[in-house]
């Protein structure tokens, strides 16, 4: 192979396929080795937000995909041309390699088609400067490749063969290490992405989409309103995993990605002797590039076509293939059932007792669910086409919103079943009696009912609604339900606390006391949501951050278009309460209690409103009586509204 690439000082003499074919592989190698090489050197450079794992998938991709560029050039040699096999080769490798390099320290959101055109055109110009260096000095440039091929050979070997031995080793070496209490319990934490409770059977939804989830809550406690930390990916995983709220831990707001500045659980379980792993079918914002991964011992962010098309050049790859309609999905998308499969084969791996995230991501669009299940809830042949080029600000008719909704419903029946296959398994296998069992979701999807499409860029109801189901055979009440407002931040302290670890750093608190301590609602801290600036004009926080809070009663939103909106906690929210008089005093006092920034319960909202106008309430309450109900019924009805809000009427 080196012979060839120096064989001549004029590379048009290379004619022969003996001659030409190792000669234009041995071209593209090399810099497919270089390109994975380079990407590391300016990684230090230009830092962004990627990690070892992330350059490792980066230097076995410019491998494949610079060596995939030799055979179209083969083909062209095949029939002709064989003259100038190296120079097109040479060409069409610098030029890979110019934009390779270009994208690697550009930003890594956000890209604009005019900065596409830019990054092409850089591309073309490195491409001809080195192919004008090239023609002016070949016999240089082929014996440079020729000396530094077997260097460069040895180092791919061992950076992409050895990279992968040692996260193996390390894997195995720190799960032998850790020291588990004695009857410690499996918890297994299940996040169905982008699942909003008000598409379940389960919480009252008109189609059968969740019988097994409802099997589930008969034997453990179902959460009636669990509210997510905000309506998007990252910063709800974020707050999940850290107890801390978005505007704590920054994830999603300022910054695109989680920093060490707190503990996560898997962390904490780690510490404590839990062997800890992370499936994500969702390898956009559950991944290890944005800080989630950490204190996972081991985690799986995609299969291995999607981290190859997560590089630089897979990127670019993949918006090709997008924008020719080649495609309609994230390409290897990864589905619950091959989750779950994963899942299992890693927890057999180890008797030790496990902490296991999973995340499925079949419930976000694109809506693609499997035939069987879609023609169960729709008249359509198959899902609407193009869902993967619709702008994030897509407005579609009543009809095919309806239809998106029909396979958002499809994809649910879907996941519920894998979550009971993947259950049955584990009680099969006699895993699932020590096992804690959550199964919620990071925030739900909007179908145009407040006239924008999925989620995010708000804090409706329908957005930050999510299930909430805790399962533990005989630990857990069977068939209990809390009607009281949750907060999905409670999970890591919830856990810690079923799991026996008392000495955390989570704030909680923690949900058991909600079923151990009936009297602990009655000072219970109020959800509380938050959603960065962000997205176009359609979506309410284009206008501003956004914060929101949950009560028995009521559902205050703050910032936005809007500037604050009050709802009666829960309907479809298509009527704003703080309109009338009693909801604009209720809305006053949310808005001082969250400036004040201490934490809101129950008890101190209620002291608030009485302070307001309560006691003026309560005497026309009495007078009412008193005179026999002569008051009109719409005077009764604004004194009953806050009253109920003060808590005095169920």
């Known amino acids: 192979m080196r012979e060839h690439l120096t064989a001549s000082a004029k590379p048009e003499e290379v004619t022969t396929p003996r001659e030409f074919i190792p000669a234009v592989l041995a071209m593209c190698v090399w810099f497919g080795i270089f390109a994975g090489l380079a990407e590391r050197f300016l990684h230090r450079i230009f830092p962004r937000i990627l990690g070892g794992n992330d350059l490792w998938f980066a230097a076995l991709a410019d491998l494949l995909f610079f060596s995939a560029v030799a055979v179209p050039i083969l083909v062209i040699g ?65 014996s440079f490749g020729r000396i530094t091929l077997p260097p460069l050979g040895i180092y791919a070997l061992l950076y992409l063969g050895g990279g992968a031995w040692w996260a193996h080793y390390q894997e195995k070496v720190e799960t032998m290490a850790l020291n588990p209490r004695q009857g410690s319990p499996n918890i297994l ?41 905000s309506s998007w990916t990252l910063p709800s995983h974020a707050s999940m995993l850290t107890g801390r709220l978005p505007s704590e831990h ?21 510490k404590n002797g839990y062997r800890t792993a992370g499936f994500s079918g969702n390898t956009l914002m559950f991944n290890r590039r944005v800080g989630l991964a950490r204190g996972y011992h081991h985690f799986e962010d995609g299969s291995l076509l999607q981290r190859l098309l997560q590089t630089s050049l ?78 994030e600000d897509v407005r579609l008719s009543a009809v095919d919103a309806k239809h998106e909704a029909d396979a958002y419903d499809a994809i649910i029946a879907f996941i519920d079943e894998q979550i009971s296959e993947l259950l049955k398994q584990l009680e099969n296998e006699g895993r699932l009696q020590n096992t804690i069992v959550v199964v919620t979701s990071d925030h739900g999807q909007e179908f145009q009912e407040h006239e924008f499409m999925f989620h995010g860029k708000g804090l409706y109801w329908n957005l930050l609604h999510t299930p909430l189901v805790i399962s533990w055979s005989g630990h857990v009440p069977a068939g209990a339900r809390i009607a009281i407002p949750v907060a999905l931040q409670s999970l890591p302290a919830t856990l810690l606390t079923m799991a026996a670890i008392p000495e955390h750093s989570f704030p909680g608190p923690s949900m058991t006391d909600l079923w151990t301590n009936p009297s602990a609602a009655e000072d219970w801290p109020l959800p509380i949501s938050e959603l960065a600036e962000m997205g176009p004009p359609l979506f309410p926080s284009h206008y501003g951050a956004m914060k929101s809070a949950v009560s028995t009663q009521w559902h205050y939103v703050q910032g936005g278009k809007s500037g604050q909106a009050l709802y009666a906690c829960c309907d479809d929210e298509q009527r704003e309460a703080s309109f009338t008089r009693v909801g604009s005093q209720v809305a006053s006092v949310f808005r001082q209690l969250l400036r004040e920034k201490g934490r809101i319960t129950a008890s ?33 009805e604004h004194m009953n509204d806050l009253l109920r809000a003060l808590g005095y009427v169920p």
């Open 604 to 636: 101190r909202l209620g002291a608030e409103l009485t302070k307001r106008d309560g006691k003026g309430l309560l005497q026309q309450k009495r007078e009412y009586l008193h005179t026999g109900g002569a008051q009109k019924d719409s005077n009764r």
């Open 250 to 270: 920054h994830a999603g707001q300022y910054h695109w990605r989680l920093d060490g500045h707190f503990p996560t659980l898997a962390e904490v379980l780690s």
């Open 314 to 391: 897979g990127q670019r790859i993949h918006t090709r293939l997008q924008r020719a309609n080649l495609i309609d999905d994230l390409v290897g998308r990864q589905d619950a059932r091959e989750i779950s499969q994963n899942a299992l084969q890693w927890i057999r791996a180890s008797t030790k007792p496990f902490f296991v995230t999973i995340n499925y991501f079949d419930a976000h669009e694109p809506l693609l669910p499997p035939p069987e299940y879609f023609h169960r809830f729709s008249e359509l042949q198959s899902p609407l086409p193009g869902q993967y080029k619709w702008p």
């Open 78 to 142: 095949i029939f002709g041309w064989r003259r100038h096999l190296q120079k097109i080769a040479f060409i069409s490798c610098s030029s890979l390699l110019a934009l390779d390099c270009l994208v690697a320290v550009s930003p890594p959101f956000g890209h604009r088609l005019g900065q596409m055109a830019f990054l092409s055109g850089e591309a073309l110009l490195g491409g001809f400067v080195a192919t004008v260096l090239f023609f002016r000095f070949p016999r240089p440039v082929l």
């Open 189 to 229: 934490l299940v996040i169905m992405d982008a699942v909003g409770a008000n598409h379940l059977s389960t919480y009252g939804h008109g189609r059968l989409t969740s019988p097994y989830l409802t099997e589930l809550a008969s034997r453990g406690l179902l959460f009636e309103k669990a509210v997510a930390p």
